[in-house]
């Protein structure tokens, strides 16, 4: 079992940034990629971006890409996904998963972290 726990979300003004963690209970190397996703209630669950252990990243829509980044940390076992440009659309709750092999579903979620963007 992988216990995922994310950190870093809060409250911003739009145009402001916040960074989430996203930290790995244990050793992940055997697992493919980690993901953000975000959610808005009463909405579909968004894809943020992922990244694999080895670096490749992807990111969701093109407002996200220019905006957002991705990266790991291996020695601590986490992800983050740094958020620059905030805009009152990017408050949603925001997961983090683990895909623990390439092709397969993200099959280890975190519990989710709260991001609020005021106008």
């Known amino acids: 079992q992988v216990q995922l726990v994310e950190s870093g979300g809060g409250l911003a003004q739009a145009g402001g940034s916040l960074r989430l963690s996203c930290a790995a209970s244990?050793?992940?190397?055997?697992?493919?990629?980690m993901g953000w996703f975000r959610r808005v209630p009463g909405k579909e669950r968004e894809f943020v971006a992922s990244?694999?252990?080895?670096?490749?990243?992807?990111f969701g829509a093109d407002s996200v890409k220019a905006r957002f980044t991705i990266s790991t940390d291996k020695a601590e076992n986490t992800v983050y996904l740094q958020m620059n440009s905030l805009k009152p659309e990017d408050t949603a709750i925001y997961y983090c998963?683990?895909?623990?092999?390439?092709?397969?579903?993200?099959?280890?979620w975190g519990q989710g972290t709260q991001v609020t963007v005021s106008s």
């Open positions: 990244i694999t252990w080895s670096g490749g990243s992807t």
């Open positions: 244990r050793r992940t190397f055997s697992g493919y990629r």
């Open positions: 998963a683990l895909q623990s092999h390439a092709g397969g579903p993200y099959d280890y």
